[in-house]
């Protein structure tokens, strides 16, 4: 590497830097503050693990996304983390092991492989909260909860939109055509794709009964407003209980955030496939206008836990704090920077002590030498006293 390219950043990682940096973290503690105050209790995982408990219970994809390396101690694969979530699951079944509700949250930096997108950081500082133990509704209403609250803690004050989805809708639906696994593999990739063209060609060579090719061709196409899952109830009259279920699991989940967020604008999409390799249930995403990707999603993941000897019920929700602090519109800004003079002068120390124990920022003058950064204000002595004057 050149010697003009050695301080350049990999494509795609970022870093912080003055005052955005402060500005984040003080976001990172009110939010967790905020976690906290409904239960959340704080975990740590590290950053780095053992391959095969990294990835234990997720899909394929958080597979192609996590970076591998070789531990020297011990010559075992390691995986850099991509995604918290599967470690605060390792951590309540296999550390913690409580019985009943537990409930944890957690803040810290992720590494991809790839971006998300082409714009997106490859080390998104990821915060989120999960809950284990519970299978009702309930938990997942708290979840949804908190997730706008934390969005609106967090100073986001352009318009959002719930997007809500459930995979037993999708999963009913593969075992009632009775599909094979390439041809599930390829109906997928169709709906990612949202190629409708492509769709209605593909089913028709599946040679399925009318009522099943309807139920597949009307997938796509069943996303809106409320109307939506009731028009699903008419499509899917004759598909399994588990897809009827599904979609009356969603009206009532509707009804419950309605009454928690009656301004929320809430968006239904049935053939939402994110996370479907290991969420169970309802899958969820918060969008806005001012930003192209969702910028908070979760769902239920129940049994996840089961590699680690324990199932349990799961639902819960991330986001990346850095997308939170350039979508908000709240003042994150540190204290004043005040100004003292190279004195060594007690009454000077004193007042310098006092000052930052308040939570002020104090700066002593260094000889020839001003700080890079203005201060806003100075202290100097009237009538024997160190006074904060304002410049």
Partial sequence: MALADRWLLPEGIKE????????????????????VSWGYELVMPPLVEHL??????VGRDLDLNTIKVTDQLSGHSLGVRADITPQVARIDA??????????LCYCGTVVHARPAQPLASRNPLQIGAELYGHAGIESDVEIIGLMMQTLQSAGVQQELTLDLGHVGVFR?????????????????????RKALPELQAYVDGLALDAVKSQALLALPQLNGGSEVLQKALTVFAEAPV??????????QLAAR????????DLYFDLSELRGYNYHTGVVFAAYTPAFGQSIASGGRYDHIGSDFGRARPATGFSADLSTLAELSNASFAGSRRILAPALEDAALLQQVSLLR??????????????????CTAELVQQEGQWQVVDL
């Fill in 172 to 192: 009913g639906l593969l075992g009632w055509t009775g599909l094979a696994a390439t041809q599930q593999e390829e109906y997928q990739d169709i709906l990612r």
């Fill in 94 to 103: 296999h550390r913690l092991r409580q019985e009943g509700v537990t409930r």
């Fill in 52 to 57: 095969d408990s990294l990835l234990t219970g």
């Fill in 357 to 374: 124990q308040q939570g002020e920022t104090v700066i002593f003058a260094l000889t020839g030498v001003a700080p890079s950064t203005p």
């Fill in 16 to 35: 912080l830097l003055p005052p955005k940096a402060y500005g984040v973290e003080l976001l990172r503690r009110r939010l967790l503050d905020l976690h």
């Fill in 242 to 251: 588990e897809v009827i279920e599904a979609i009356d699991y969603l009206q």
């Fill in 257 to 264: 955030i309605a009454l928690r967020e009656p301004s929320l």
